[in-house]
């Protein structure tokens, strides 16, 4: 499913992003850009980041990039307003040999093919003509191709029937074919849209070769490349011109990925001819350019736009449909459960509620919880007499336990903290289930969840309001991990069987710790904390520090929680930065791009099937299971 909340954004060109492809440089994947700058740059898909200088010798804005292979070396492939085509090495960034002159205008197109055996690249210009270069050479490859009665605006290439040809979509309407061994035209051209048809891709659907084409006059339409015939319905939903189009294979189906003037990005299924998802949002500016790629085995558009950024966006592992909406202020917890049998998010939020959420369907399930008179600031999930259980700690000063099945309180409410209960966490202590809150009194207390009562005494010790707990297993006894906010930052370790710290506390944290979570790394219980923007790793049992900081989010570290993908410990981690980062805890390595929300992320879980939960603003987002 594809998501509108995931992105990255590529920012360096002084102008607009007009053209965008995507290569693989030393078994990385990148993308390549091409602005209204003049300049051509290079983009590690995986970081985000730069890869080297831009690409700078066309005089005049870049319309046009491709990618292709030539002699084993991977090359870029670039046309400009100023009417020449140059090649670059990917891999140094300079040139290869002097640039391929011939058009009398602009190039706007650019695409590669192979034809008997030897990489050509197809070029189309402001001149009406369509060109045939040798890439090996530099050499045009037969005569100009002419036909088109006005700029050609777009170039894509395909096999038909064994044979490479060429599909071009020009300022005059139409769509013609063109085979590139004999450099005649195939069959007639297309025409149905009513307006300048601005992008043009090919793929297959159901065995057949396709073209998908996007028009001025907002629809994007599928034609067969054999018959020449419309395949469906228009594809309709974008509101002004589709400049861009792109294809790909989810999960096995083809699609199509469009840009447009309106300033959004769309999937589309080719064998249904059903948008897949909502559109994607967060340029500011029309979609010029679109490119598909893979990216630590996910697929990714990457998206070029007036608003002069790229941006890249993760189609595999996005949302599942709309966001959950109902909260009428923040969402500050999440957690996850089971309840008969199905999968749910339950939510705490600043509106005093706590609601049940189908994250399969993306349904509420039942009415929201309502009994706290202050906001829901904390959120844990637990067993109690075999009936799956929420906890709640609230601004109310008070604890309440939730029966998830029914929706109704367990009890009265747990009173005895004097101010905010702002951490909660579950665990299993001699047999009985336990809720360990944390409070802004600076206090943490432990509960017995089937009678209601405190257990033992306060635990005492911090010297700030408790913000964060978390629970795990040490040497075969549960421990409380909290975090309180005081001047050197202190994380401490309690035996929840003694109601004693364990050790000396965690020291050393260079800003505020907001977030804590559990887990085992080679067989060690661990916790993953966020202290200011980074994440770090303590070992338990010794109470030391494990490798370096994770670096990356660049504000506070909000949320934090762990699960188990592919047999390896991962931590997900929140931040006011906006966005949600994956790490794999045995390599200490980002997984992935970050995923990009538009608020900051104060909630994270993970469901028990690998779902991921993330609570931001008002709403909150449920992602396929993570891989």
């Not at 043009?200 to 907002?218: L, M, W």
């Amino acid at each position: 499913m594809v998501g509108r909340h995931l992105s990255r954004t590529l920012s360096g060109h002084t102008d607009s992003v007009n053209a965008v492809a995507t290569g693989v440089l030393e078994g990385r994947p990148v993308a390549v850009t091409g602005g209204d700058d003049g300049t051509v740059r290079v983009w590690d898909l995986a970081t985000g980041r730069p890869v080297g200088e831009p690409l700078t010798g066309h005089t005049n804005t870049v319309s046009a990039v491709a990618t292709a292979e030539v002699d084993g070396r991977s090359v870029i492939v670039t046309g400009s307003d100023d009417g020449t085509v140059r090649v670059w090495d990917l891999a140094t960034g300079r040139p290869v040999g002097r640039p391929l002159t011939g058009h009398t205008n602009a190039v706007l197109a650019v695409a590669t093919a192979v034809v008997e055996g030897r990489q050509v690249v197809v070029t189309g210009s402001t001149d009406k003509t369509v060109r045939v270069w040798d890439l090996a050479t530099h050499q045009p490859v037969g005569e100009p191709l002419t036909g088109h009665t006005d700029t050609v605006l777009a170039v894509a290439t395909a096999v038909l029937e064994g044979r490479p040809v060429a599909v071009t979509s020009s300022w005059d309407g139409t769509v013609r074919v063109w085979d590139l061994a004999t450099g005649q035209p195939v069959g007639e051209p297309l025409t149905g849209h009513t307006d300048t048809v601005l992008a043009v891709a090919t793929a297959v659907v159901d065995g057949r070769p396709v073209i998908v084409t996007g028009s001025d006059d907002g629809t994007v339409r599928v034609w067969d490349v054999a018959t020449h015939r419309p395949v469906g319905e228009l594809l309709t939903g974008h509101t002004r011109g589709v400049w861009a189009v792109a294809t790909a294979v989810v999960d096995g189906r083809p699609v199509a990925v469009t840009g447009s003037w309106d300033e959004t990005v769309r999937v589309w299924d080719l064998a249904t001819g059903q948008p897949v998802g909502e559109p994607l949002t967060g340029h500011t500016r029309g979609v010029w350019a679109v490119a598909t790629a893979i990216v630590d085995s996910c697929l990714v558009a990457v998206t070029g736009s007036n608003d002069n950024t790229a941006r890249v966006w993760d189609l595999a592992t996005g949302p599942l449909g709309e966001p959950l909406t109902g909260h009428t202020g923040s969402v500050e917890a999440v957690a996850t459960a089971v309840v008969e049998g199905r999968q749910v998010a339950v939510t705490g939020s600043c509106d005093e509620t706590l609601r049940v959420w189908d994250v399969v369907t993306g349904q509420p399930v039942g009415e929201p919880l309502t009994g706290h008179t202050g906001g829901v600031q904390a959120v844990a999930t637990g067993v109690v007499d075999g009936r799956p259980v929420a906890v709640t700690g609230s601004c109310d000063n008070t604890m309440r336990l939730w029966d998830l099945a029914t929706h109704r309180p367990v009890g009265e409410p747990l009173a005895g903290h004097t101010d905010w209960v702002l951490a909660v966490a579950t665990a299993v202590v001699d047999g009985r289930p336990v809720a360990i809150t944390g409070s802004r009194d600076e206090t943490m207390r432990v509960w017995d969840l089937t009678t209601g009562r405190p257990v033992g005494r306060p635990l005492t010790g911090h010297t700030g309001q408790v913000r964060a707990v978390a629970t795990a297993v040490v040497d075969g006894r549960p421990v409380a991990v909290t975090v309180a906010s005081s001047w050197d930052e202190t994380v401490q370790v309690w035996d929840l069987a003694t109601g004693r710290p364990v050790g000396e506390p965690l020291t050393g944290h260079t800003g505020w710790v907001l977030a804590v979570a559990t887990t085992v790394v080679e067989g060690r219980p661990v916790v993953v904390m966020g202290s200011g923007e980074t994440v770090r790793i303590w070992d338990l049992a010794t109470g030391r520090p494990v490798g370096r900081p994770l670096t990356g989010h660049t504000d506070w570290v909000l949320a934090a929680a762990t699960a188990v993908v592919e047999c390896r410990p991962v931590a997900i981690t929140g931040s006011r930065d906006e966005t949600v980062r994956v790490w794999d805890l045995t390599t200490r390595e980002q997984v992935g791009p970050e995923l990009v929300f538009p608020e900051p992320v104060h909630a994270v879980a993970v469901t028990s099937d690998g779902r991921l939960v993330v609570g931001f603003g008002r709403e909150v987002a449920v992602l396929a299971p993570l891989t």
